[in-house]
T-cell receptor, first 114, second 111 residues
């Protein structure tokens, strides 16, 4: 049963600390997306990759957020330094590289920054 | 800029009712539309995917329609059950398959 996995599932940290979230896309998928969900803003796209290359990260605060794909089986989202307003659920999704294809979501990482 | 609106924001119905959730979008240039279900504290489960060339998709008690020209989609749930209680999210796909989400409809089905 192929699925997107994310670690950690929950993270509590203090303001100013570095946070790294990891995502393993479904094997064979070549497109990876990072979304953030908050009560106020709902679900927002932060960044996405195709064939490991970043295509658009305009949704991310550039000064503190960074996203990478070290290899085809791992995507990372890093926040440094973290702030309380970063508290949210971060979802990773993967799919095939065509616009007509379905996206499959991971279970999310719930981040709390104190 | 694409905007997605879902009406109603919340819905409470007795078990057994047929119900309709609405989704509208401002830019008809979409590739597809997906309906998701989200349980409290959980991730998103894809329910139905409608390609821009299609008019509807069905899965069990769920039926989703798409009218691209008018920028509307509806999710029809037949014979609702308490287990259907969740938030239902509509999302449209634009360039590079980026999903733009609505705020969701929070559904409660009571016995």
């Amino acid at each position: 049963d192929a699925r997107v996995t994310q670690t950690p599932r929950h993270k509590v940290t203090e303001m100013g600390q570095e946070v790294t979230m990891r995502c393993q896309p479904i094997l064979g998928h070549n497109t990876v997306f990072w979304y953030r969900q908050t009560m106020m803003q709902g679900l927002e796209l932060l960044a996405y990759f195709r064939n490991r290359a970043p295509l658009d990260d305009s949704g991310m605060p550039k000064d503190r957020f960074s996203a990478e794909m070290p290899d085809a089986t791992l995507a990372t989202l890093k926040i440094q330094p973290s702030e309380p307003r970063d508290s949210a659920v971060y979802f990773c999704a993967s799919g095939f590289g065509r616009a007509y294809n379905e996206q499959f979501f991971g279970p999310g990482t719930r981040l709390t920054v104190l | 800029k694409q905007e997605v609106t879902q009406i109603p924001a919340a819905l409470s119905v007795p078990e057994g009712e047929n119900l309709v959730l609405n989704c509208s979008f401002t830019d008809s240039a979409i590739y597809n539309l997906q309906w998701f279900r989200q349980d409290p504290g959980k991730g998103l489960t894809s329910l139905l995917l409608i390609q821009s060339s299609q008019r509807e998709q069905t899965s069990g008690r769920l039926n989703a329609s798409l009218d691209k020209s008018s920028g509307r989609s509806t999710l029809y749930i037949a014979a609702s059950q308490p287990g259907d209680s969740a938030t239902y999210l509509c999302a449209v796909s634009g360039g590079y398959n980026k999903l733009i989400f609505g705020a969701g409809t929070r559904l409660a089905v009571h016995p």
